[in-house]
């Protein structure tokens, strides 16, 4: 059964750096999507991506994000200069369709830390 | 007010039993319901869709409640297996972006 990958798995950081988290959507899926949750809280939407742009981003994706889609595979999440408060787990997702939401798949997620 | 709420539990049942979820929303222009499973610190995995005239899926039955503006979650027969976080999802009309709520913890002893 075809799944979403993510990279790496826990993903460790100084306070100040950049990180870049990973997501390999399902390979005939076409809307791309992050979210992330911060341990005891609920899952949040941070951005959805289709035909190579973004297409719907909430408050939380502010100028310290990005995303990007490098190649035919890969989908990743930057952020620029990390706070504690980024500490969070990040789950990707893809689907087939978006705005009818068609059925989401989530990636087992990225545990993010800064220190 | 919250814009997804929902009992965050436990709700704690032997097998066999039925339990029920709810979960209200504040959008009345809202427009796309889903209940999603999360296992501890796994992904969220869709359970169902809620429909306008309810829906049944083996033991898990949901329905729709729009003028009260909830939706529910009825898991009958439960299994060990069940338990997790029950996350009820709510979009909007005209936008991509759903909310999710909190969630409701169940476990199922035996």
């Known amino acids: 059964e075809p799944e979403v990958t993510q990279t790496p798995s826990h993903q460790v950081t100084q306070m100040g750096q950049e990180v870049i988290l990973r997501c390999v959507p399902i390979?005939?899926?076409?809307?791309f999507y992050w979210y992330r949750q911060i341990l005891g809280q609920k899952v949040e939407f941070l951005v959805s991506?289709?035909?190579?742009?973004?297409?719907?981003k909430s408050e939380i994706f502010d100028d310290q994000f990005s995303v990007e889609r490098p190649d035919g595979s890969n989908f990743t999440l930057k952020i620029r200069s990390t706070k504690l408060e980024d500490s969070a787990m990040y789950f990707c997702?893809?689907?087939?369709?978006?705005?009818?939401?068609?059925?989401?798949?989530f990636g087992p997620g990225t545990r993010l830390t800064v220190l | 007010r919250k814009e997804v709420e929902q009992d965050p539990g436990p709700f704690n049942v032997p097998e066999g039993a039925t339990v029920a979820f709810n979960c209200t929303y504040s959008?009345?222009?809202?427009?796309?319901f889903f209940w999603y499973r999360q296992d501890c610190r796994k992904e969220p995995k869709l359970l169902m869709s809620?429909?306008?005239s309810g829906n049944e899926d083996g033991r898990f039955t949901a329905q729709l409640n729009r003028a009260s503006q909830y939706i529910s979650l009825l898991i009958r027969d439960s299994k060990l297996s069940d338990s997790a976080t029950y996350l009820c999802?709510?979009?909007?009309?005209?936008?991509?972006?759903?909310?999710f709520g909190r969630g409701t913890s169940l476990i199922v002893h035996p």
């Open positions: 997702a893809s689907s087939w369709v978006g705005v009818n939401y068609n059925e989401q798949f």
């Open positions: 390979s005939n899926h076409l809307y």
């Open positions: 991506f289709y035909n190579n742009e973004i297409s719907e």
């Open positions: 959008n009345s222009a809202s427009q796309s």
């Open positions: 809620v429909y306008s």
């Open positions: 999802v709510v979009r909007s009309g005209g936008s991509y972006i759903p909310t």
